[in-house]
């Protein structure tokens, strides 16, 4: 569920979940977080999310020494399809480059523990031999 962020007409922002004040700089942390927010005008109800997300890039970009490559600013006003088509392929293939050493630990904790769960069946197994021989022993004298 997303954390809703309240933006007052003094056009201060405010933290539903914090019960407190914020600047774009922490929407931002929010975000890098993982976290997802809504943001909307407290008198009207207007969804002001992507305004909120824009001016917090913006401020960014501002702010940076290497703003963000002009070419990626032409698509992005142009809206083409090439240019989210493009894009979402990187993303696409980032997110699998992330996700591949992931997914090899993830294989590799599963081998783990069905050998683990094959060690503890094994010694199990030899427990009860043992047990049953101290029984068997115990029987015969």
């Known amino acids: ?17 914090a019960k ?5 700089e922490e929407i931002a942390r929010l975000v890098r977080a993982g976290e997802e927010v809504t943001v909307t005008d407290n008198a009207t109800g207007a969804d002001l999310t992507a305004e ?12 940076r020494r ?18 989210v088509n493009r894009n979402l392929d ?16 993830l294989e590799e904790l599963a081998r783990l523990r069905e050998r683990l769960d094959k060690l503890e069946k094994l010694i199990e197994s030899f427990e009860r031999e043992e047990q049953h021989g101290d029984d068997t022993k115990q029987h015969t004298q």
């Open 66 to 83: 290497r703003p963000l490559p002009p070419q990626f600013l032409h698509d992005l006003l142009r809206g083409s399809g090439k240019f």
């Open 52 to 63: 909120t997300l824009t001016k917090v890039i913006l401020e960014e970009q501002a702010s």
């Open 20 to 24: 407190k004040y914020i600047s774009l």
């Open 90 to 105: 990187l993303l696409i293939e980032a997110s699998l480059r992330r996700l591949g050493p992931v997914r090899e630990t």
């Open 1 to 17: 569920m997303p954390r809703p962020i309240k933006r007052y007409e003094n056009r201060k922002l405010y933290d539903t979940v």
